[in-house]
């Protein structure tokens, strides 16, 4: 049945080219060279047309030149890829809630140039996007933590998801999959129950190049969510496939028996938000309309930012028209100390009232898993 539904001829005359990134600069550590994956990274480097590849001969990635602007440091390394070893303090895997039980790391940073990124406050250094050449170690964990957690193992809500695993904490991984090929991977390997049976991978994206996850083993244990929003939001998120486009990757890889999700985020309070994200919502329940057996969730997430984020995210789009005062704000500490501005009471309760009625009467098949 799936696949009648992915052999309509209107719908493959529908699918667009996919949103692919290019990067100009790739750079290989030392370490990164004798990790077997790599071969298969340069591999697909070449054949998307990189030109610049340099096979360094230590692991220290080249620091900025001098004289170099912030932004256009930012420029710099945006258009690069790092391939490394991620070292073990990032294989350890640490709980995320409330998406999954555990994060797992394919890379650290993202090829997409959203103005509220919440990488800005969250990865230190220019944003070149790290990807981690030792696959196998970085996979490994799945295999002795399944059975525990305390997001979806055990939990009477989401126990069907068995042992989650996150792989979209720190990076878009469909946005560098046609360079990596570290998601089809993890997905074959975890589908085909190489680390047992109790375990699902999850990740949210932007993208919408799913054609060659399509016929790949998942055996229903990946998650695959589109980041989805209003139209006056999408226009921050840059370099990322537009929303339509998003959409109908969503169907295609419903259709292929994925279970799937719908991320919105971040809301904001938009002019005529109620009316955007109604439209949101509809377009989705007309694009999954005629899937079966569908399995959709869904996650909402308003927007936030911290101090830290602030300084950077205007530093790299000085000319943003991005919400970020903090007098129309409410300051949120953590236990630690920190802080993050969310909407005001009103506003969040505003926003929540509506997504509450809105979810059930206009996309009924999702389970919504949470509110932040």
Not at 11 to 29: D, E, G, I, N, Q
Not at 38 to 63: F, M, N, Q, W, Y
Not at 357 to 369: E, F, K, N, S, T
Request: hydrophobic share 40%.
């Amino acid at each position: 049945m799936p696949a009648q539904l992915l052999d309509r001829p209107e719908r493959r005359s529908a699918v667009a080219a996919p949103r692919l990134w290019t990067p100009k600069h790739v750079l290989v550590t030392r370490s990164a060279q004798q990790e077997g994956h790599t071969a298969e990274i340069l591999r697909r480097v070449e054949a998307a047309g990189v030109d610049d590849v340099r096979l360094l001969t230590s692991d220290r990635l080249p620091t900025a030149p001098k004289g170099e602007s912030e932004r256009e440091a930012y420029a710099r390394a945006k258009a690069t890829m790092a391939v490394v070893v991620a070292p073990p303090s990032m294989l350890k895997p640490q709980p995320i809630p409330p998406s999954a039980d555990w994060r797992l790391d394919l890379a650290r940073g993202c090829p997409a140039h959203c103005q509220y990124c919440y990488l800005a406050g969250s990865l230190s250094g220019p944003p070149v996007t790290r990807v981690h050449a030792n696959l196998d170690a970085v996979l490994a964990p799945i295999e002795h933590l399944t059975g525990s957690g305390s997001v979806t193992t055990g939990s009477e809500h989401r126990a069907a998801e068995g042992t989650t695993f996150e792989l979209s904490c720190y990076t878009d991984p469909l946005g560098i999959e046609h360079l990596t090929g570290s998601l089809a991977t993890a997905i074959g390997r975890v589908g085909t129950g190489r680390y047992g049976d109790g375990a699902s991978l999850r990740f949210t994206t932007k993208f919408d190049d799913v054609g060659p996850l399509l016929a790949l083993p998942h055996g229903r244990r990946t998650r695959i969510r589109f980041s989805g929003n209003a139209a006056e939001v999408e226009r921050f998120e840059g370099g990322t496939a537009r929303m339509p486009q998003r959409i109908e990757a969503l169907r295609r890889v419903a259709a292929a028996g994925y279970p799937v999700g719908l991320t919105i985020a971040p809301v904001m309070p938009v002019e005529g938000w109620r009316e955007s994200y109604g439209r949101l919502l509809d377009d989705v329940a007309a694009a999954l309309a005629d899937v079966p057996d569908l399995d959709l969730t869904a996650e909402i997430i308003t927007h936030r930012f911290t101090p830290g984020s602030k300084q950077v995210i205007e530093s790299w789009y000085p000319r943003t028209k991005l919400d970020l005062d903090e007098s129309q704000r409410s300051a949120k500490r953590s236990k630690f100390g920190g802080v993050k501005y969310v909407y005001p009471k009103e506003t969040m309760g505003e926003l929540r009232a509506w997504f509450t009625d809105a979810m059930p009467a206009r996309l009924p098949a999702a389970r919504l898993l949470y509110w932040t």
